[in-house]
């Protein structure tokens, strides 16, 4: 017999064995969950205990949902079955149970970010009332750093205005992250600002403002693009600067994940020296009672 709870703020051990039964198994790869990362999660991405769900096999959990909340909505972060109780319904049931929860409380909206080359997952959502908002896309940019170069093509790009330092709250203060922007939740304003302590960040300055700008963080062998925009009509100029000027720095893989197609246009990108590797769907809902 089944049976299925909210959780408290006190559950974080019960979410990070549940994570580890049950998404790991699906994604062997990944590190396992500990309980300093899920409370990574819970600054980083605003997971709330009390919008995530376990599902219970006598002591033992078979099913978890993750939500994290804003006031623009719900992100279905996380959710997985076991693979010993898949196609029984659990992530249904997790998915109807919340729904009717912020139907009465809210926030009303609810979204999903889910790689497409995961069937099941995307059938589930889809079966769930999900309707597809958005295609999400991974772009990467590999190439030799120029700081292994040599001669005049090693220099940076130039173009006019100076290259200088520049922070998360620097661009908040001039209101250039605005939370109007389509971008993923990983990336968002509120992500970008609980992150702000380890997020490095160029930008093109003239003597009046602020040209373009560049956040990112280092992550592995790579370095994680979180944010970047040109308030110039440039054909892309002095955003190309800035990841020159990473490149000097020794930097040759770029990551740039879940693009929407309103943040930057596959063309800009393409002159930017970046490519597609991967697609994410964005699901959205409203929450309704069962």
Request: with cysteine; charged share 25%.
């Amino acid at each position: 017999m089944s049976s299925y709870r909210f959780c408290r703020t006190d559950d974080v051990s019960l979410l990070v064995d549940a994570l580890n039964r049950c998404w790991s198994p699906h994604f062997p790869g990944e590190p396992a969950v500990t309980a300093e990362s899920f409370k990574r999660s819970i600054r980083d991405l605003q997971v709330w205990c009390s919008s995530c769900m376990v599902a219970f096999a006598g002591p033992d959990p078979i099913a978890v949902l993750i939500g994290a909340k804003r006031p623009s909505g719900t992100l279905i972060h996380k959710v997985a079955v076991h693979p010993d109780h898949l196609r029984q319904g659990h992530g249904r049931h997790l998915l109807t149970s919340l729904s009717s929860k912020l139907a009465i409380l809210g926030p009303p909206k609810m979204f999903t970010e889910i790689p497409e080359a995961l069937t099941p997952a995307n059938e589930l959502f889809a079966a769930c009332g999900y309707v597809q908002e958005a295609i999400l896309t991974d772009y990467v940019f590999e190439g030799p750093a120029l700081s292994e170069q040599r001669g005049d093509e090693a220099a940076p790009l130039r173009v006019e205005g100076f290259v200088i330092p520049v922070t998360v709250d620097d661009l908040v203060a001039n209101g250039l992250l605005g939370d109007d922007r389509k971008v993923c939740w990983e990336r968002s304003i509120e992500t970008l600002t609980a992150r702000k302590d380890e997020i490095a960040g160029l930008a093109v300055a003239s003597d009046e403002r602020i040209e373009a700008y560049l956040l990112y963080a280092k992550g592995g062998d790579a370095i994680e693009i979180l944010s970047m925009g040109s308030f110039i009509e440039d054909e892309g100029a002095r955003l190309k600067q800035l990841l020159s000027q990473l490149r000097v720095q020794g930097a040759s893989h770029f990551r740039l994940p879940k693009v929407h197609p309103a943040e930057f246009p596959m063309a800009l990108m393409d002159v930017l020296g970046f490519r597609p590797a991967g697609v994410h769907v964005l699901y959205a809902a409203k929450a309704r009672s069962a």
